[in-house]
């Protein structure tokens, strides 16, 4: 097996087959959606109920199909739901209700 057939979905960096693609280097602002997700990943982390391992280890375990289709805030909410689950910070029920209220 070559080094890249060993490569993690998720690590992307210097494989030939996303060297093509440009990389976007203009600055740009964030979302609405990135600011917030990123405001609740911080009171997390002070309320001890989540840290940058764990969203890190959680982004790291979303299915590749997934990751790609994915969004950078959409990935880092997928595993900031998925710690609070694994922890019972939030049940599924609860989840499922507040995303039906929507």
Known sequence: ??????????????ASKFMCEPVDIEPHG?????????ALRQV????KLG??????RGIEAIP????????YYQRWI??????LLRHGVIT??????ALESV
């Open 44 to 47: 997390l982390a002070v309320k």
């Open 1 to 14: 097996m070559d080094k890249e057939a060993q490569r993690a979905h998720h690590d992307l960096g210097g």
């Open 64 to 71: 590749e199909a997934d990751y790609h289709r994915l969004s």
């Open 78 to 83: 997928r595993s900031i739901t998925d710690n």
């Open 92 to 97: 599924e029920d609860e989840l499922r209700a």
């Open 30 to 38: 964030l979302t609405a959606f990135d600011r917030e997700v990123d």
């Open 51 to 56: 840290s940058v391992d764990e969203l890190r």
